[in-house]
């Protein structure tokens, strides 16, 4: 768990924008589409992408594979969760038996054909379709207008969607209007309001409270005691490891915004920053998905995420483009209101797998 969060860490401190902004974006799906590209990769190619993901492949398809299939029961609601991993790849491309069968490992995973060299626009419409799916149409179009072109080849393609219930919903008619401090001002949003036994602990100049959903999952409240603006940078993985590790179960009065917040990037720069610059040059080495010489033209990604009193639902998909090169008497509550910004974590209990991360500065 610990080189999947210090990985998911690394790329939010570059990914992510400005810190008055919000952001959300799913190290998930990004994790996923780039440890299928490194099992297509060999050499210096497939080094750097592992160093930047801090793991092997198979290390990480044993973090990612356990968060793929949620527990059912305990929740009014099933928990829903889809993952796809694709590979798209133009009929005439051959593809080594060894790659397709590394992929078989991965959840949902399949071999697609698409018209990449003779109709472009087609197999554009095809991913994006396919990706929508998958998505409940939380990303309609996760390919903008020319990221597909006559010299593409294959794409890698994670697609995950995730809708779970509390384990005991918010009120309705507790959630009012209370102020937030928005780095652009103070203003009044809708803020949800209970008193329960939840996972808390302070330390290291943060509050943390766990929220357990269905199926396993829980989201994880991130709330400095000073500005988030100083505070994040200084959020490592040993630090974020010692705090979920502090959580314990604590009466708490919890006062959290209902909030939505998108996400949308292109990743070739902030992998840069990590050190994997050989997949996207010529000098790629995709010899164990391919004879033909590639090289990854993009990586995008788009992450959706909404919060409200009955649970959460998001979803957010990840393209890697290929070109030819809780009756005893109760303490008093901790009272933890969220009102100004924040960190927001999605994850699996078990493996520590993070479904979502997500800044959230002005919820709406």
């Known amino acids: 768990m610990s080189e999947h969060l210090d990985f998911s860490l690394s790329l939010h401190r570059q990914l992510a924008p400005s810190p008055d902004e919000q952001f959300c974006w799913s190290p998930y799906s990004v994790s996923s589409a780039l440890g299928l590209a490194a099992s297509a990769t060999g050499g210096r190619t497939r080094n750097e992408l592992v160093t930047a993901l801090r793991s092997e492949p198979t290390a990480l398809l044993d973090v990612l594979g356990g968060a793929a299939e949620l ?38 995973s ?9 109709d472009p626009e087609k ?22 207008a020319g990221s597909v072109r006559t010299d593409t080849v294959a794409a890698l393609v994670n697609a995950l969607y995730l809708k779970v219930s509390w384990r005991e919903a918010f009120d309705e008619k ?11 001002g103070s203003r009044e949003v809708p803020t949800m309001h209970v008193t329960r036994r939840f996972g808390y602990a302070a330390a290291d100049g943060w509050q943390v409270v766990s929220l357990p959903a269905a199926g396993g999952v829980e989201a994880v409240v991130l709330l ?9 940078p200084g959020l490592d993985a040993a630090r974020l490891s010692r705090l979920l590790g502090a959580v314990k179960q604590e009466r708490v009065e919890l006062l959290l915004p209902k909030f939505d917040v998108t996400g949308d990037a292109e990743l070739t720069a902030p992998l840069g920053a990590l050190g994997v610059h050989d997949l996207f040059t010529p000098a790629a080495d995709f010899s164990p998905l391919t004879d033909r010489s590639l090289r990854v033209s993009a990586v995008l ?12 639902e998001g979803a957010a998909a990840t393209a890697v483009m ?9 303490p008093d509550p901790i009272r933890v209101e969220v009102d100004r910004p924040f960190l927001f974590l999605v994850r699996h209990q078990t493996t520590g797998a993070l479904y979502f991360l997500a800044r959230i500065t002005d919820p709406s």
């Open 110 to 118: 399949e071999v697609r054909n698409a018209p990449f060299r003779t």
């Open 123 to 144: 197999s554009r419409q095809l991913i994006n379709t396919d990706v929508a799916e998958t998505t409940r149409d939380l990303i309609p179009e996760l390919l903008p």
């Open 71 to 108: 527990a059912q029961g305990g929740a009014a609601e099933p928990p829903v969760l889809a993952v796809a991993n694709t590979l798209w790849a133009h009929e005439d491309l051959h593809i080594e038996e060894s790659y397709l069968r590394a992929l078989k490992d991965w959840p949902g």
């Open 174 to 184: 507790a959630t009012t209007a209370r102020t937030f401090h928005a780095p652009a």
């Open 224 to 232: 400095p005691d000073d500005g988030l603006e100083q505070a994040e």
């Open 322 to 330: 290929m070109r030819l090169t809780a009756i005893v008497r109760e």
């Open 301 to 312: 990604h788009q992450s959706v995420l909404e919060v409200d009193e009955k649970g959460l």
